[in-house]
């Protein structure tokens, strides 16, 4: 990210429709922003957005301005807020995650506080249910990109890990991230 430039988070959702996505990238196109980061999904029969985009703060503030229309217009609800640069205060180590298990509840909220205990920052997750191959059973992925503090004994934290897994029955993968 260019630090010459202002950030603007924007989280929209609606109806899912065919070109929702072009409409609402030329509001950003137009304004003079660019788009630097995103996620986008049909979840439900709905379309969710999440961008960050940047631009010289007139540019931010033309786009701002266009939002509520453009919001009313495309059938989304929408949030912005300003944002900055992101400043890491400590090294971190990108590590990759993944957990297949039978369908439950609680299992996100279970390995996020297993993070959390050790001071591991979830960047980005995803998740999924689906019928297992043969059998049907309602399963449940989980893809998570977390950094985990330069400080931390990496042997400890994947036995650790590992254990938590074996004592919950989830399947798992720990390893460094390649991208």
């Known amino acids: 990210m260019q630090s010459s430039n202002d950030y603007l988070v924007i989280t929209a959702a609606g109806e899912d429709q065919v070109g929702l996505v072009e409409r609402f990238s030329s509001k950003i196109v137009e304004s003079g922003c660019n788009l630097e980061q995103s996620r986008m999904s049909v979840l439900g029969g709905q379309f969710a957005i999440l961008v960050l985009v940047s631009g010289p703060w007139h540019a931010l503030s033309k786009l701002e301005s266009q939002l509520e229309p453009l919001g009313v217009q495309l059938g989304l609800s929408m949030v912005a807020k300003r944002t900055r640069a992101r400043e890491l205060t400590q090294p971190v180590l990108p590590y990759h995650v993944e957990v297949v298990a039978l369908d439950h509840p609680g299992i996100v909220h279970s390995l996020s506080k297993f993070f959390a205990r050790y001071g591991i920052n979830i960047e980005e997750l995803a998740t ?48 460094p991230s390649r991208a």
Do not use: K, W
């Open 128 to 175: 999924d249910t689906y019928p297992a191959p043969h059998t049907g059973t309602q399963m449940f992925s989980v893809q998570m990109e977390v950094g985990v503090p330069a400080s931390t004994h990496i042997p400890t934290l994947r036995g650790e890990f590992f254990d938590y897994c074996d004592d919950l029955n989830l399947d798992a993968t720990f390893e």
